[in-house]
């Protein structure tokens, strides 16, 4: 009994000698309950013992209101009344709000205001959240873009940076959409992570609550290469520096050309196949290979022998660039190849490998399906779509089901970093000596990302993500890293692609079986460039964008894949402030339906199949068929998993390395150091 007096703010007395009766008085107290209580007490005779008012106020650690009505604590929260009128504790705001993280992100601009609590009209200005009160911690305002015009970098997305802060280490800190805040208290104001690579947060200019003036001052920076503008055409090199007849005799890294009459550059030239109608005159930059990345010449001693030149290219449409036959849209018949043509080798058996024309690379039979009716391809689709997990609910973000061991893409590569142990990136497997992936997984500082040959391993042939499958998958050290010269990791990721050579040759079986790497013809016959065609892709990647402390709930226990349709050119341009370079393209699900690559799908591969007569279109609930362009039946590695503004958001797209552009590069770092 005396400790529920006590906590009423009431004192007893003293107890008389002799006696052991005691009487309370209480004031200011109209609940029922208290007045049953009063009642009994007074009718036990002792000494009055009484609190004054002030002091009894203080006991009970709030600020007295003025009452509106009877019964006033047993009517709903209102939070206006509770925290503007008056002063309020976290357990009244919650009262009011009944939501823990409502109540989280409403303590948190509070708290940021006590210094303005009044006038009433100044503290509802704060809370509101428009301008920055102190060090602007109450802000909630939508400015995403930094003092120098910089985009902010999406608070859950971890490109092109790594936050260190996010919703989950800061709940109540208001992190939505790229919007500035101040999460840590920062003495220069509301900030953000950037989308430039080189710049990992800065300060934005946000008006102070009250005083007609910024946080900072705007410093806007010459926009450069952040925004999508082709040369003028009378400035720029047209077709890629094929018919280029200038005088450039220094390489983009600042090499001296070799003559190309040197006896160096002769033997170097042994076995390439140049066109004869393109002069090599002295050592000035030449593409007498027809490379997709430019003119090019031999260097003295560089790393490969060979180095690009710095020239400003037209921006041409890809289609205008890789074949005839593509203005006539996807559902026109395409003519090509028949499937009992013999397959073209590209690359040199002797620096490649075994895995392109001797093996059928990518063939039907690595999907588990037999091609025995000339519809190996369709049902290979159909099989998966239906039986192996492509409708499995999987939250947005992630791939679209699961595949099935035995029957999954055998040329993908798990790329493992030794210490700590942990999967880093996907990859693909082109040949028995030669595995292709993202050059960001290798090489990419703004993540401390740095890796040579010594502190990772290719893991061959896996279904699970991280149980070791024995007998099943084959484990590879590296030989050599070799990452395209002109990768571009500070403006956008362009030649996002890079080689790694094999320690050993790996040995083909059910499980591990190489893919295609796309010629010219396949490049145009597949229709890569027809807004509607789908890819595939795959990986071990997070399931959903999102930050968690349980890693089992956003990563997958097995290789996940889904199918993508390709988005137009200009589409893809449109939904993104990063320079889009034709050594780019981009697809996304859809309307209405999700589906993504995510975190650790990047460097994986996006496969196109040219099927016999027609490809299914998984988007819609039932199987439709579209036109699709047929000639040998293979799967062709048209891109490379690179870069996406977060994963599977609407009005963005995921960005993969165009493998068909490169492919020149690829050939002759292998022609180089295969032997």
């Keep these: 009994m005396q400790h529920l007096i006590m906590a009423l703010g009431i004192r007893t007395s003293p107890q008389s000698a002799g006696s052991r009766h005691t009487m309370a008085h209480v004031r200011g107290l109209w609940l029922p309950g208290c007045l049953a209580l009063a009642a009994l007490l007074s009718l036990v005779h002792s000494q009055h013992?009484?609190?004054?008012p002030q002091q009894a106020l203080s006991l009970l650690q709030r600020v007295r209101r003025a009452n509106r009505g009877f019964l006033e604590e047993l009517r709903a929260g209102n939070l206006e009344r509770e925290c503007v009128e008056e002063q309020c504790s976290r357990e009244e705001a919650f009262e009011a709000l009944e939501s823990p993280s409502a109540t989280d992100l409403f303590?948190?601009?509070?708290?940021?205001?006590?210094?303005?609590?009044?006038p009433r009209e100044k503290l509802i200005e704060c809370l509101e959240g428009n301008c920055a009160e102190g060090v602007g911690m109450n802000y909630r305002g939508n400015v995403s873009f930094t003092r120098s015009g910089i985009e902010c970098q999406l608070w859950r997305s971890r490109y092109?940076?790594?936050p260190e802060i996010n919703s989950t280490t800061h709940p109540g800190a208001d992190l939505q959409e790229n919007f500035c805040r101040n999460p840590d208290g920062s003495i220069?104001?509301?900030w953000c992570y950037t989308t430039a690579p080189t710049v990992r947060r800065e300060e934005c200019s946000i008006p102070v609550c009250g005083q007609g003036r910024v946080t900072v001052e705007l410093t806007p920076r010459s926009r450069g290469s952040t925004v999508n503008l082709s040369p003028p055409s009378e400035m720029c090199v047209a077709d890629r520096g094929r018919q280029y007849q200038g005088r450039l005799a220094v390489t983009a890294q600042g090499s001296p050309c070799l003559a190309w009459a040197s006896s160096q550059a002769k033997a170097l030239s042994k076995d390439q196949h140049f066109k004869p109608e393109v002069p090599l005159v002295e050592n000035f930059c030449r593409n007498p290979d027809g490379d997709e990345e430019g003119a090019w010449c031999y260097v003295a001693g560089g790393p490969g022998d060979f180095e690009y030149c710095d020239l400003d290219y037209c921006e041409e449409p890809v289609e205008e660039e890789v074949g005839e036959g593509l203005d006539e849209g996807p559902d026109a018949a395409i003519e090509g190849r028949t499937t009992a043509e013999e397959f073209q080798a590209f690359f040199n058996e002797k620096t490649f490998g075994a895995g392109e024309a001797d093996v059928d690379c990518g063939s039907v039979r690595e999907e588990g399906v037999q091609d025995q009716n000339g519809n190996g391809a369709l049902e290979s689709y159909i099989e998966e779509a239906h039986r192996e997990g492509w409708d499995a609910e999987i939250g947005p973000g992630a791939l679209g089901g699961q595949v099935k061991l035995g029957s999954g893409p055998s040329r993908q590569v798990m790329i493992f970093r030794k210490s700590?142990?942990?999967l880093l990136c996907g990859a693909s497997l082109i040949s028995d000596r030669w595995v292709l992936t993202a050059a960001h997984c290798l090489l990419y500082p703004p993540w401390d990302k740095n890796f040579t040959e010594n502190d990772l391993l290719v893991r061959i042939g896996k279904h699970s993500r991280t149980r070791y499958e024995r007998n099943i998958e084959k484990i590879s050290m590296l030989e050599k890293i070799y990452i395209h010269p002109r990768y571009n990791w500070r403006d956008n990721l362009d030649r996002d692609i890079a080689l790694l050579k094999?320690?050993?040759?790996?040995?083909?079986?059910?499980y591990i079986h190489p893919v295609c790497l796309p010629d010219k013809e396949t490049a145009n016959q597949v229709g890569l460039l027809h807004a509607g065609y789908k890819g595939?892709?795959?990986?071990?990647?997070n399931l959903r964008e999102m930050w968690t402390t349980s890693i089992g709930e956003v990563q997958p226990g097995v290789l996940q894949v889904v199918n993508l349709p390709i988005v137009e050119r200009p589409v893809c341009k449109a939904s993104t402030r990063i320079r889009i370079t034709d050594n780019m393209f981009c697809y996304k699900p859809d309307e209405g339906k999700r589906g993504d690559a995510c975190e650790g799908d990047s460097g994986g591969p996006f496969v196109m199949k040219d099927n016999t007569d027609t490809t299914l279109d998984l988007t819609?609930?039932?199987?439709m068929f579209l036109p699709q362009s047929p000639f040998n039946n293979r799967w062709y590695q048209m891109g490379i998993v690179s870069w996406g503004e977060g994963c599977d958001r609407d009005g963005k797209y995921g960005f993969y390395t165009h493998v068909f552009r490169l492919k020149k590069w690829i050939q002759k770092v292998i022609d180089r150091f295969g032997s």
């Design 49 to 52: 013992v009484f609190l004054a």
């Design 107 to 118: 303590w948190a601009k509070y708290t940021a205001c006590e210094s303005v609590r009044n």
């Design 160 to 162: 092109p940076h790594k």
């Design 188 to 190: 220069t104001g509301p």
């Design 420 to 422: 700590p142990q942990e």
């Design 502 to 510: 094999l320690r050993k040759p790996i040995t083909f079986n059910d």
């Design 536 to 541: 595939r892709v795959t990986g071990w990647g």
């Design 620 to 623: 819609v609930g039932n199987p």
